[in-house]
Structures are given as structure tokens and as C-alpha cells.
């Protein structure tokens, strides 16, 4: 393994919304300097085979990870689940569900552009998936970034595909419950991801993550890719105040898409319980 020691339990591949193969975002890891990966594609865990013989390759120490989409008093929210069994079958079953509706909703938010005029962007989307079963919005900024609308996906979130913008349409995803149930059968660690990026008021965020504490969440990213510096003493606050365990993960899309890359993030405040304590490594 290589030293100094350099987690990055958050990243995508095209598995999901990233643009890199899982073999590709490991090697990209190493070269950076990463010592401890998890790649935690949304709602689905097919890249992980392949990621960890490419972490093994490269003596890089490789952790299961996922990043699940759930909603929780209307607001959506994501969990990363880590160092779970990705063979056990509540949790695949669970996360196909999830995947099942991303599909309809990507038709839904195609008739919602061809209203406003603009046609043939569910059709656009979906070229940009690597897996068509796991369409994201990172997909359809793309699409439109790609037909001239915009320079950068960035800005294509200002203007659409966020709530009160055309292209957004409300969905289902798993309850927060579910989501915990399927990472702890699996034997897993779940952890809130990127705690300030939701639309959620400082009041509403306590009651939620006493409801996450309550159920069994056991950890928050508090160094993120997404996160200010003021953002990470924030959560590192919160982080001791609950008694949660601290993550740390960029949340790597592609080096064109991403906050911050791989093995680039600052380190996790000295007095926190870092996350990987739980997981071995
Ligand atoms: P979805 O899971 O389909 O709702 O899509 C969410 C994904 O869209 C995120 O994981 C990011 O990849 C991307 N995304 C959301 N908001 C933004 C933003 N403001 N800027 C860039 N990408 C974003
Ligand atoms: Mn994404
Ligand atoms: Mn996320
Ligand atoms: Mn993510």
C-alpha cells in the first residue's frame, strides 16, 4: 500500500454518472495518490468487480461502496453505503427498485423539455449513459451542454433540472428506512452523504440526522469534494455533537465535472472518528 494514507470513499463511474470506466477511475485514483477507494455509483454496485481487481493491480486498498437515492420529508438525499457484501440479496433487490424508476422519470423529464420545445432530449440522455438503467440528470446536462444550450454542465443546474425549473420532475425514491435496512443486512457502513448540498434548513437537518443516528446511520461526510471550508467545520461540529463517526470523499465525476479530483481533498478534522475505523482499513 502506499503511505502517506489517502481515502476517497465517494467517487462515480460510468456504472453510473461518471465519466470514467471503473478500472480507469481506480488507476486515476492511484496515480493521484489515493491509498483507500470506494466507488460509490448511484444506485448501483456493477462496477465494483471490476474496480477492486483493478485496486488489487495497483495495491490500492478497495472498499464496496454505493451512494443510494432516497427521499425523506420531500427532500431528496443521498446515503453512501460502504464495505457492505454485494452479493446479498435484499440489498440487490433494493437498489434494482430504485433503478426501476429512473428510466420513467428520464421519459417524464423528455416530455417535459419537448413542452417547452426543445425535443429529442430523453433520446439525448440516454447516449450519454454508460448504463441506460441508471439515467441521471448529470446525463441530460450533458445532452444539453452537447446540442449548445449551455458551456458547462454547471451551468445547465441554474436554469433546469432542478425543482420550480423546466425538466424537473418530482419522483419516489427509497425511504430512508428501506435504504438503512439494505446497507446493514449487507453487513455495511451508511454514511450521509454530502450533508450541504440539501436544500434543508439547519433545524430540519438536526431532526434528520437524529432520525439517521436513531436507525442506525452511523456516519457523515464531512470532508467532501462539494464542501466549503466553513461547510466542513460545520459538519465536523455536528459530526461530534451526534456522536458520528466522518467521512471523506470527493464525490469524482470526471476531471471536467468534478469540485475537486481525486486524492485532493483536505484532510479530516485531527479529533474526529474517521469512518474507516468501522471498516477495517
Ligand atoms: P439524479 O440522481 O438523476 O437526480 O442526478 C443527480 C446528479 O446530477 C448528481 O449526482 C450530480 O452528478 C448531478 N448534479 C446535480 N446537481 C448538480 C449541479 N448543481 N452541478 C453539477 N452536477 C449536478
Ligand atoms: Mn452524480
Ligand atoms: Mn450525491
Ligand atoms: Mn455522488
Redesign the pocket.
Known amino acids: 500500500m502506499s503511505f502517506p494514507r489517502n481515502f476517497d470513499f465517494h467517487c462515480?463511474s460510468t456504472v453510473?454518472?461518471g465519466l470514467l470506466p471503473p478500472a480507469d477511475v481506480v488507476a486515476r485514483a492511484a496515480a493521484r495518490g489515493v491509498s483507500h477507494l470506494a466507488l460509490t455509483d448511484?444506485d448501483d454496485i456493477d462496477g465494483l468487480a471490476a474496480a477492486r481487481q483493478a485496486a488489487a493491480e495497483l495495491d490500492l486498498v478497495f472498499v464496496n461502496g454505493v451512494e443510494i437515492s432516497i427521499e425523506w420529508e420531500n427532500h431528496p438525499i443521498h446515503l453512501v453505503g460502504l464495505g457492505f457484501d454485494a452479493q446479498y440479496p435484499a440489498l440487490l433487490a433494493g437498489l434494482a427498485a430504485v433503478r426501476s424508476g429512473r428510466v420513467e422519470r428520464a421519459r417524464r423529464m423528455g416530455e417535459a423539455f419537448a413542452a417547452i420545445g426543445i425535443p429529442g432530449v430523453f433520446e439525448g440522455a440516454m447516449r450519454h449513459a454508460g448504463n441506460p438503467l441508471l439515467i441521471?440528470r448529470?446525463h441530460f446536462a450533458r445532452h444539453l451542454v452537447e446540442i449548445g444550450l449551455f458551456k458547462e454542465p454547471r451551468q445547465v443546474f441554474e436554469h433546469y433540472l432542478v425543482p420550480g425549473k423546466p425538466g424537473y420532475v418530482e419522483h419516489r425514491w427509497a425511504s430512508l428506512a428501506d435504504a438503512l435496512d439494505w446497507i446493514h443486512a449487507a453487513g455495511g457502513v451508511a454514511v450521509l452523504a454530502h450533508p450541504a448540498r440539501y436544500k434543508i434548513g439547519s433545524a430540519q437537518m438536526r431532526r434528520f440526522l437524529s432520525e439517521f443516528k436513531a436507525r442506525g446511520g452511523q456516519a457523515i461526510e464531512v470532508v467532501s469534494g462539494s464542501h466549503t471550508a466553513d461547510q466542513v467545520l460545520h459538519y465536523a461540529r455536528l459530526a461530534r455533537h451526534f456522536g458520528f463517526y466522518a467521512s471523506r470523499g470527493s464525490d469524482f465525476?470526471g476531471a471536467e465535472e468534478s469540485y475537486v479530483d481525486l486524492g485532493a481533498l483536505p484532510p479530516l478534522p485531527e479529533d474526529l472518528l474517521p469512518v474507516w475505523r468501522l471498516l477495517d482499513c
Open positions: 462515480h453510473s454518472d448511484h441521471s448529470a465525476h
